[in-house]
């Protein structure tokens, strides 16, 4: 399998994605490129050709929950370094020379994805968001947040299913209007009836569905939604300097869920604009999905995880890449909280107790 870096048209060196001027920045020269400057230097072609070979495929490999997963071995193209990937896995580093490395191989095909959502935060803002973030967390371990812990924040462009289509709508219903009035000593109702008829077509765009059955979907989904409105072209040169995360459920996966989701909002809007009306009782109610479609895309999040020694348990920081939106799952220091409980709760009980005695 294909594994690219990416190289400086100047001088040869490594070029990243930097988020924040959202062009490519090489780290030796600090010249900067367009995405149309780096595909014009690789002979007009959109994704350059690779620099070195995977050295074989897949083998299987047991987890220690005792699921089999799968691996690759790849050949670093800058220092021949072997490199471990998951299957899932399209983009890392070489833990050697700590290059950004693109393993195209597993971006091809049926795998290559339509968008993609360029990073428009960089690793010092997504830190920055975080040290605000978790200083307004309290009772959490020193650890977790420490300088070391920290710097192992990573950018990872997670996959996610799109779904669109238009939706044929209608509706018959009866709506009953009633006015109550008072003659002498005589009270009168008047009842209406109505035959109500709506139908149109609604556009759907961009339902989403995190593509990953692993642990880390939980990462993924917490920072959601994202603003799929300024969704790129894919082009591989946006993962250089990410790591990628390929996905592992496929949108057949997804259908009927995501269709009955799409027919409950296309029924519930031909009926939210029915007021007016003292009652409504609906008599039929219909929702055909037509030109349906799904896009197969590759979304920008932070990640920062934790594994806590004696129990094993990850917790984990994850920051949406494009909007700053940040979820987490916290360790607790249970130190801090037993320092609290001594700190409060023992001075009130013993002003209880004197107030007691003198009573």
């Not at 220092?79 to 700590?98: K, L, N, P, Q, R």
């Not at 961009?206 to 880390?216: D, F, G, P, Q, W």
Request: glycine content about 8%; overall charge negative.
């Amino acid at each position: 399998m294909a594994a690219i870096i990416f190289k400086c048209p100047n001088c040869g060196g490594d070029l990243r994605f930097e988020p924040e001027g959202q062009d490519f920045k090489c780290e030796y020269c600090l010249s900067e490129f367009s995405k149309e400057q780096i595909s014009e230097a690789a002979g007009g072609h959109p994704v350059p050709e690779p620099y070195g070979q995977g050295l074989h495929g897949g083998k299987p490999d047991v987890s220690e929950s005792g699921e089999e997963s799968r691996v690759s071995l790849y050949s670093c193209p800058s220092c021949g370094a072997e490199i471990v990937a998951e299957e899932t896995t399209s983009a890392t580093f070489c833990y050697f020379c700590h290059n950004p490395v693109v393993l195209a191989e597993k971006l091809k095909g049926r795998y290559h994805p339509d968008q993609i959502l360029p990073f428009a935060i960089d690793r010092d803002k997504a830190m920055d968001i975080f040290g605000k973030w978790i200083s307004r967390k309290k009772y959490v371990p020193k650890a977790f947040y420490s300088r070391e812990q920290v710097e192992k924040m990573t950018g990872v462009y997670f996959p996610y299913w799109l779904y669109g289509c238009q939706v044929e709508g209608k509706l018959e219903a009866e709506g009953i209007r009633r006015k109550t009035w008072v003659s002498g000593s005589t009270q009168f109702t008047r009842t209406e009836k109505y035959d109500i008829s709506r139908d149109g077509v609604m556009d759907i765009n961009h339902v989403s569905r995190n593509a990953l059955s692993k642990a880390n979907r939980k990462l993924a989904e917490g920072v959601m939604p994202f603003e799929t409105d300024k969704l790129q072209p894919f082009h591989m040169g946006y993962l250089s300097g990410f790591i990628a995360e390929n996905r592992d459920l496929e949108r057949e996966q997804f259908d009927q869920e995501v269709e009955a989701e799409v027919r409950q909002f296309a029924g519930d809007s031909l009926g939210s604009g029915l007021a007016g009306y003292d009652s409504v009782q609906v008599r039929s109610k219909e929702a055909h999905i037509i030109h349906p479609k799904w896009q197969y895309v590759l979304m920008p999040v932070w990640t920062l995880t934790y594994k806590e020694e004696k129990t094993g348990k990850i917790y984990y920081f994850a920051c949406n890449g494009q909007t700053g939106k940040v979820c987490g799952q916290l360790p607790v220091d249970f130190g801090r909280l037993a320092f609290l409980f001594i700190e409060v709760f023992v001075p009130v009980l013993a002003a209880l107790l004197l107030a007691g005695y003198f009573l």
